[in-house]
């Protein structure tokens, strides 16, 4: 009869060591709720926004969440390259953020959001003129941005360099186009340059 007792006293010992250990590596997530490197239906079953759009082409696929950052409006996009996790994408929608001007002062706003979370950026400026086009800046950056004259961008490394975190602000198809993306560095995939040879 005294093995009993003794047999769930170190069972319940034991349990009461590993439990706070796995709650605390479920709660180191890399990005929002997800690690690097988990597939679709992972991220699904953890993710609460309201799902509006998935897909895939080629080796890549996508979930795309109707989400806000900064208490502003966004798409909140996960992208797979052959299912596992390489990017998280927020991209700042809105038509209160039609103009130039307003989405640069969102930038700036975002920005500091991201510096009291994270530090100062790894890069030295925001700014940057596109293709060595001084010569035909405007001087007035709205609407340099909006001729596709200059972007703005900054860059953090975070959770011991496994992720970069990219703010930047450019034109797109004739639009100013505002995202963060959190990049996984873990994999040594350079996922702009895949995305790119898919034709994304």
Known sequence: MRKIPLMFIVLFMVAITILPLTASAASKADFRT?????NTKQVKKLEKDKLIDSGSVNKFSYLTYNSSVS???AELS?????????????EV?????ATAG???NTYYGIKEAL??????????NDKYTINGAESSLRNDDGLDLMMGNILF??????????TEVTLY????????RLRILYTDRTNNLNVDKLLYSDGL
Request: net charge positive.
């Open 34 to 38: 997800v690690k690097w490197g988990m």
């Open 71 to 73: 208490s502003t409006s």
């Open 78 to 90: 996960y992208l797979f390259y052959k299912n596992k996790l390489v990017r998280g994408i927020y």
């Open 93 to 97: 929608k809105g038509n209160t953020f």
């Open 102 to 104: 307003d989405k640069i």
């Open 115 to 124: 510096e009291n979370k994270y530090g100062k950026p790894t890069n030295a």
């Open 153 to 162: 961008k900054s860059r953090w490394l975070i959770n011991n360099k496994k």
């Open 169 to 176: 602000l450019d034109t797109y198809q004739g639009q100013p």
